[in-house]
């Protein structure tokens, strides 16, 4: 499970078949084995804004199994609930947008992706919310997949730096 939730979307996340296993290379199953060995040491089953989102993202990949557009509800919940603080009123897809832009990418080109990625995902999240039911089409597969590796690129990020919570100060502009 450990292995499929943070290196799966090498392959398809939605639609798991023998056609699209994930080949793991010896240096993949060693990063695999050190993060899981990192992962076990720590107290990540504490309540922490880490592990909300990965229980998010782990109901997310569930409900996608199960062809429900209505996992993009708890994508966005998971990616807000370690990029915005808990006491926050504030909107906040600008705040995340650009939080996960400058805390996953370096080069402004791939910031700029990122920040599209989420608003898009928020567009679509607010559609959901607000009673809008979305068809699974090929666009909303791919936004939903996009999601996911969003997701799972901040959870790995985290897990990699040993980090449950993150200063949100260090990531905002200044």
């Not at 089953?45 to 782990?58: E, G, H, V």
């Not at 990029?83 to 080069?107: C, G, I, N």
Request: charged residues 30%.
């Amino acid at each position: 499970m450990f292995s499929d939730r943070f290196y799966g979307h090498a392959a398809r996340v939605i639609s798991p078949s023998t056609e699209n296993l994930v080949t793991i290379s010896r240096p993949m199953t060693r990063e695999i084995l050190r993060l899981y060995d990192i992962c076990r040491a720590q107290k990540w089953k504490q309540i922490s804004p880490w592990r909300l989102a990965l229980n998010r993202l782990d109901d997310a990949i569930f409900k996608i199994e199960s062809g429900s557009t209505d996992a993009l509800l708890d994508i966005v919940i998971g990616i807000e609930s370690v990029l915005v603080e808990p006491q926050s009123t504030q909107e906040s897809t600008h705040k995340v947008a650009v939080r996960a832009a400058r805390f996953l990418s370096t080069d402004t080109q791939g910031r700029f992706v990122l920040f599209k990625t989420v608003k898009e995902l928020y567009s679509l999240r607010s559609k959901i919310a607000h009673g809008r039911s979305l068809g699974i089409d090929d666009h909303s597969v791919e936004l939903l997949e996009g999601g996911v590796r969003l997701a799972t690129d901040v959870l790995k990020k985290m897990l990699e730096t040993g980090l449950t919570e993150l200063d949100l100060s260090r990531i905002d502009l200044e």
